[in-house]
């Protein structure tokens, strides 16, 4: 006997998505899935974080947590070029070679780059590389070049499609290249239930990284000089990783005459590398990765 079903009017397509949300986030704070409390309302989100669901791509349950650290630019990509002839890739590295041993002696958390040499990586695989290591936190280090030279000092970035405003915009769009194409491998052939999951962990890592960007800044603007307005965020590529809470620092720009002064001294890399590392390593032992 053969069936005919008509496809439901969109009003009733709208339903069951909504029907399948609650269903799901319910199901997960039933599993103790959830995020913490102070999660579920974002830096500027208009919407409450979901919980996380069981269906996409599963965290470490517990320590050590892994930070994939990424040296921006590299190989023929030198970067932003300083006056004085400093290569962005060169004080990357750097910096990210030294974050990684000040993390790798902190009890609870690992770390790894994404390249620990001077060669070329396309964005997308830098993004790749983190989500296949199923990282708890991606980090891109950079020393760009400002859209004006009189801007300096640290400041990080999170995931927007829209961007804070025209700084951080011209910075994405000095950064992007190419675009990221994919998302996450839900294990589930019901398209409706596959938005919703790919929408809840997107969520969950957007918000992750935006309080996680919070704490970062605070610790470190009491020894590091910050940009004015240090927390921002624009549609970097190498940020759009849906499973994985993914931030952009710049530790300074090499446009700057005295960013580049100080970006260029090993003591001073040293320093803001293991200031970098204790205020995460209190970030990934605290309850926001919990």
């Known amino acids: 006997m053969s069936h005919d079903y008509e496809p439901l009017p969109h009003d009733n397509r709208l339903n069951r998505r909504r029907f399948l949300r609650f269903t799901l986030a319910a199901s997960a704070v039933a599993l103790h899935l959830c995020l913490p409390v ?3 309302a974002a830096d500027g989100a208009d919407d ?7 269906g996409v791509p599963a965290r470490k349950p517990k320590a050590p947590r892994l930070v994939m650290i990424d040296p921006g630019h590299g190989g023929r990509d030198p970067g932003a070029i300083g006056v004085s002839g400093t290569h962005e890739k060169d004080v990357t ?20 780059l994404t390249r620990n040499e001077d060669i070329f990586l396309p964005l997308e695989e ?3 590389i983190g989500r296949e ?6 980090l891109s280090v950079h020393a760009d070049s400002a859209p004006n030279s009189s801007a300096r000092g640290l400041s990080v970035y999170t995931l927007s499609e829209k961007a804070t405003d025209t ?8 950064e992007n290249e190419a675009d990221l194409m994919g998302g996450v491998d839900v294990p589930t052939t019901d398209k409706d239930v596959a938005a919703i999951l790919f929408d809840l962990e997107a969520r969950h890592a957007r918000n992750t990284a935006q309080h996680a ?3 970062f800044v605070q610790a470190l603007g009491q020894n590091w000089r910050l940009l004015d307005r240090p927390m921002r965020a624009a549609n970097f590529v190498v940020l759009r990783a849906p499973d994985v809470p993914s931030m952009l620092i710049e530790t300074g720009f090499l446009s700057n005459p005295q960013d580049e002064h100080i970006l260029r001294q090993p003591a001073e890399r040293e320093k803001i590398a293991r200031l970098m590392a204790k205020s ?5 032992n605290s309850s926001l990765f919990g």
């Open 126 to 128: 830098r993004v790749r």
């Open 133 to 138: 290591a199923r990282a708890d936190l991606f």
């Open 38 to 40: 102070s999660l579920w």
């Open 280 to 284: 995460l390593g209190g970030i990934l």
């Open 48 to 54: 409450a974080v979901a919980p996380v669901e069981p």
């Open 93 to 112: 590295l750097d910096i990210a070679q030294r974050l990684a041993d000040a993390l790798g002696g902190q009890s609870g958390v690992t770390a790894r």
């Open 167 to 174: 700084f951080a915009k011209a910075l994405a769009d000095h």
């Open 213 to 215: 960007r919070s704490n």
